[in-house]
């Protein structure tokens, strides 16, 4: 797979002056219209908080992480641990915001209301502060592994809003790319990997924080993207291929490693790491099945089943669990990928404490 170097890519970085409970400067608006750009513009106003204050939610005890519906519009926690779990009340009043993403291991959460504008929330009961950037309608919102950056960006546009800092100080950017974007994920480091349309495939190209833009490698059918822990190694899944690689030094000398786990996946279409590096976990959409890859290469691929059909695979704890279906499909499934027997779970949406086990 050949890689290439190209320019450095322009980076106009903003800084804000708050805290996440208090955030302020610099607006970025994206807006979709011809050719997918998305259009900057910088402003200074105070920072703000919606019109409806989030309400105190009665949940108690551990916490797997959350769980956000399109449908209801809410933003509720998966309580207790693998095997013993359910869905609890919405920490976000209903209605108020139009899309959401969280992080368990930073406990925040990033609200987009109806308007574009987003907020970020210290989970799990916090106030939602306004932060300086709106977004267009529809716009993706994704967490690095740790949590402590983030991107929003809109598939088909070809810029991406970097949010680094997001526990301290936040800072906004706009990072544009070539051409129009398919998927797009991000480090811990705050490099953005984004896979661009290209025909029917998709190319990737990753751009570093400062500016440093390089081939990645490409796909005959995307079947996921995502960055390993705290690392820059980069996970790409080809759901034509049926195959898994490893992109290592994704921001420096991109370097692929192709895994072998071909005769296990089945058209997958999601894809994830433990944080802790060890393992790789995607989502079948040929058969019902989770695979667990070994990224220490100490035993082999494993396959799963699911009494479910996975559509997603997206952490919940650092600990090695992951959801595996939308909050709008059906009934809730997470994945315990660090168990010592792996197993899917489904989630109860009651007051009921019990889970069942495949």
Same mark, same amino acid.
């Given at each position: 797979?050949?890689?290439?170097?190209?320019?450095?890519?322009?980076?106009?970085?903003?800084?804000? @002056?708050?805290?996440?409970?208090?955030?302020? %400067?610099?607006?970025?608006?994206?807006? &979709?219209?011809?050719?997918?750009?998305?259009?900057? %513009?910088?402003?200074? +106003? $105070?920072?703000?908080?919606?019109?409806?204050?989030?309400?105190?939610?009665?949940?108690?005890?551990?916490?797997?992480?959350?769980? =956000?519906?399109?449908?209801?519009?809410?933003?509720?926690?998966?309580?207790?641990?693998?095997? &013993?779990?359910?869905? $609890?009340?919405?920490?976000? +009043?209903?209605?108020?915001?139009?899309? %959401?993403?969280?992080?368990?291991?930073?406990?925040?959460? #990033? #609200?987009?209301?109806?308007?574009?504008?987003?907020?970020?929330?210290?989970?799990? &009961?916090?106030?939602?502060?306004?932060?300086?950037?709106?977004?267009?309608?529809?716009?993706?919102?994704?967490?690095?592994? @740790?949590?402590? !950056?983030?991107?929003?960006?809109?598939? *088909?546009?070809?810029?991406?809003?970097?949010?680094?800092?997001?526990?301290?100080?936040?800072?906004?950017?706009?990072?544009?790319?070539?051409?129009?974007?398919?998927?797009?994920?991000?480090?811990?480091?705050?490099?953005?990997?984004?896979?661009?349309?290209?025909?029917?495939?998709?190319?990737?190209?990753?751009?570093?924080?400062? $500016?440093?833009?390089?081939?990645?490698?490409?796909?005959?059918?995307?079947?996921?993207?995502?960055?390993?822990?705290?690392?820059?190694?980069?996970?790409?899944? !080809?759901?034509?291929?049926?195959?898994?690689?490893?992109?290592?030094?994704?921001?420096?000398?991109?370097?692929?490693?192709?895994?072998? &786990?071909?005769?296990?996946?089945?058209?997958?279409?999601?894809?994830? %790491?433990?944080?802790?590096?060890? =393992?790789?976990?995607?989502?079948?959409? *040929?058969?019902?099945?989770?695979?667990?890859? !070994?990224?220490? @290469?100490?035993?082999?691929?494993?396959?799963?089943?699911?009494?479910?059909?996975?559509?997603?695979?997206?952490?919940?704890?650092?600990?090695?669990?992951?959801?595996?279906?939308?909050? !709008?499909?059906?009934?809730? =499934?997470?994945?315990?990928?660090?168990? @010592?027997?792996?197993?899917?779970?489904?989630?109860?949406?009651?007051?009921?404490?019990?889970?069942?086990?495949?």
């Amino acid at each position: 797979m050949p890689f290439r170097h190209s320019t450095r890519a322009s980076i106009a970085v903003f800084r804000t @002056s708050a805290l996440p409970t208090a955030v302020g %400067a610099c607006v970025f608006s994206l807006l &979709s219209g011809c050719g997918g750009g998305i259009r900057t %513009a910088l402003t200074t +106003p $105070g920072a703000s908080t919606p019109s409806t204050p989030t309400a105190a939610a009665n949940n108690t005890g551990p916490q797997l992480g959350y769980v =956000w519906s399109d449908k209801a519009q809410t933003l509720r926690p998966v309580l207790g641990v693998p095997g &013993s779990s359910l869905l $609890g009340d919405s920490v976000v +009043p209903a209605g108020v915001y139009v899309k %959401a993403a969280t992080s368990a291991l930073s406990r925040l959460a #990033l #609200l987009e209301e109806t308007d574009g504008a987003l907020n970020l929330m210290t989970l799990p &009961s916090g106030q939602p502060s306004r932060l300086s950037a709106t977004i267009a309608a529809g716009a993706e919102l994704r967490f690095s592994p @740790s949590g402590v !950056d983030a991107i929003a960006y809109l598939p *088909g546009a070809s810029e991406v809003v970097l949010l680094t800092s997001l526990a301290t100080t936040p800072h906004i950017s706009t990072v544009p790319f070539p051409s129009a974007i398919a998927e797009a994920t991000v480090s811990d480091s705050g490099t953005i990997a984004s896979a661009l349309t290209q025909g029917a495939g998709a190319t990737i190209r990753t751009i570093t924080l400062s $500016g440093a833009s390089f081939s990645a490698g490409s796909v005959v059918a995307l079947g996921g993207l995502a960055f390993v822990g705290s690392t820059e190694n980069l996970l790409l899944a !080809d759901s034509a291929q049926n195959s898994l690689i490893l992109i290592q030094n994704s921001s420096s000398a991109p370097a692929p490693v192709l895994l072998g &786990s071909a005769s296990l996946l089945k058209a997958p279409q999601g894809i994830a %790491a433990t944080h802790d590096g060890h =393992w790789a976990i995607l989502s079948n959409s *040929g058969d019902t099945n989770i695979v667990r890859v !070994d990224l220490t @290469s100490n035993s082999a691929p494993q396959v799963f089943a699911c009494a479910c059909q996975p559509a997603t695979v997206a952490p919940l704890s650092g600990l090695g669990v992951f959801r595996i279906t939308t909050a !709008d499909t059906g009934p809730a =499934w997470i994945f315990d990928a660090a168990a @010592s027997t792996p197993r899917a779970l489904f989630i109860p949406a009651s007051a009921s404490p019990s889970a069942v086990t495949q």
